[in-house]
């Protein structure tokens, strides 16, 4: 990791701007979920992480409750990221098909994960001052990702804060509407890719599958 990242991802896992959901952070570490009872929560913002020279950025909204927010890592340890890792090991961005903690030892090929938001919001429904807040880490990560042409937002309302984000930024004139796979070109000539959530709700009711995903996936590795 270079040095400006070391120095973001030390300033996101301290930062303190959000009060409301620091205290959700620490109160979920502090009660736990019945199945991690034992274990340690992480129970701080969590940071992105991931090849300093990708060319694909995978976002989420924010870590999980009992996911990143107790491992430390975004989209490690639950259903959604082990749904995720698996197809990112099957295209070979991943070294290991499931992630389960930060000291796993495994590693992004060309790839850098990260959410919008740092913290869990309560209910999944992050303020627009928390958004606000955060929007300059997510800057940082996209101008510190040097090789950095596609991104991929995981879900709806990630989408709609990724292209908030870029609004804040550049003149979007073009209409960009969520559908699974659809491609746009941003004013700085990235590659943003809209697909459904893996979350367990959405592969239990078949609006996404492992097809899907890695389709979607093959497709952004082969944007140059």
Not at 40 to 57: E, H, Q, R, T
Not at 123 to 146: A, I
């Amino acid at each position: 990791m270079n040095i400006k990242f070391k120095k973001l991802n030390n300033t996101i896992i301290k930062c303190k701007k959000c009060p409301r959901l620091i205290r959700l952070s620490k109160k979920i570490s502090i009660i736990k979920r019945k199945k991690n009872i034992t274990e340690s929560y992480w129970g701080k913002p969590v940071a992105g992480f991931g090849d300093i020279n990708a060319k694909l950025m995978i976002v989420g909204l924010a870590p999980a409750a009992h996911g990143g927010t107790r491992t430390g890592r975004a989209f490690t340890g639950d259903k959604s990221g082990d749904f995720l890792f698996n197809c990112l090991y099957k295209t070979g961005i991943s070294n290991l098909p499931t992630s389960t903690d930060i000291k796993d030892g495994l590693k992004l090929n060309s790839t850098y994960i990260t959410n919008i938001l740092k913290c869990v919001p309560p209910g999944d429904k992050p303020l627009n001052k928390e958004l606000n807040n955060c929007s300059n880490y997510f800057n940082d990560e996209v101008q510190n990702l040097k090789n950095l042409k596609v991104i991929i937002t995981l879900g709806r309302i990630a989408f709609d804060n990724c292209i908030k984000f870029y609004k804040k930024n550049f003149i979007i004139n073009q209409k960009l509407i969520f559908k699974h796979g659809k491609k746009y070109i941003l004013p700085d000539g990235k590659f943003l890719i809209a697909s459904y959530h893996p979350s367990p709700r959405n592969v239990n009711t078949k609006i996404i599958n492992q097809k899907m995903m890695l389709n979607l996936i093959i497709k952004a590795k082969k944007i140059n």
